[in-house]
């Protein structure tokens, strides 16, 4: 089996590290990665997902712009310091290179506020479509900066507090 590709971006946020993990855990995807970078598309719905997401052993299919979909569980919830997701049956761009992606979502206290890291690590679907990993590594990296961009907006916003 080949090796998987390990990525990670991160972003210090200016909020606590609770209010951090409990507004991005639920909150839509739609949202948060609602721009192309590269040949990776925008998400343009989630389906099949009942009730708030947030609970160990949930599922829903993620649909791409590109019509690509992926089939996502949620595997690990640890209050506040990380959720941890896999991703399978994917469509699309990625199927002939990826088998499945184990995603992450962690937070760690970063002065006055938190820092937000994403992680992803990629499992080939083969020993050749590893080799060719690499570039899709590096789009994801730009993927990631313009999402975590959104989770930031996103945060900040929600901190506010009306008068």
């Known amino acids: 089996m080949a090796t998987p590709l ?11 590290v609770e209010a951090a993990f409990d507004r991005l855990l639920p909150h839509p995807l739609t949202d948060l990665m609602s721009r192309r970078y590269g040949l990776l598309p ?7 997902q009942v009730g708030p997401w947030g609970e160990v ?18 595997i690990e919830v640890v209050r506040p ?4 997701y ?5 469509t699309g761009a990625l199927a002939p290179l990826v088998d499945e992606v184990a ?14 890291t994403w992680s992803w690590a990629l499992h080939p679907r ?14 994801w990296r730009g993927y990631a900066r ?18």
């Not at 925008?42 to 099949?48: A, H, K, M």
């Not at 310091?81 to 941890?84: A, I």
């Not at 083969?126 to 789009?139: D, E, F, I, K, Q």
């Not at 313009?146 to 008068?163: F, H, K, R, W, Y």
Request: hydrophobic fraction near 40%; aromatic fraction near 4%; glycine fraction near 8%.
């Open 103 to 116: 995603g992450r979502w962690s937070f760690a206290p970063a002065g006055t506020g938190v820092r937000v």
């Open 57 to 74: 052993g949930q599922t829903r299919t993620i649909v791409l712009t590109d019509g690509g979909t992926m089939h996502e569980e949620l």
């Open 126 to 139: 083969t020993p050749y479509a590893a080799r060719l990993l690499a570039p899709v590594g590096r789009m």
């Open 146 to 163: 313009q999402s975590l961009e959104e989770i930031s907006d996103v945060l900040v916003a929600g901190a506010v507090t009306p008068e």
């Open 86 to 90: 896999r991703l399978t049956q994917i």
């Open 81 to 84: 310091d990380h959720f941890s």
């Open 42 to 48: 925008p998400i343009r719905e989630v389906r099949d």
């Open 6 to 16: 390990h990525l990670e971006a991160s972003r210090a946020i200016p909020v606590e």
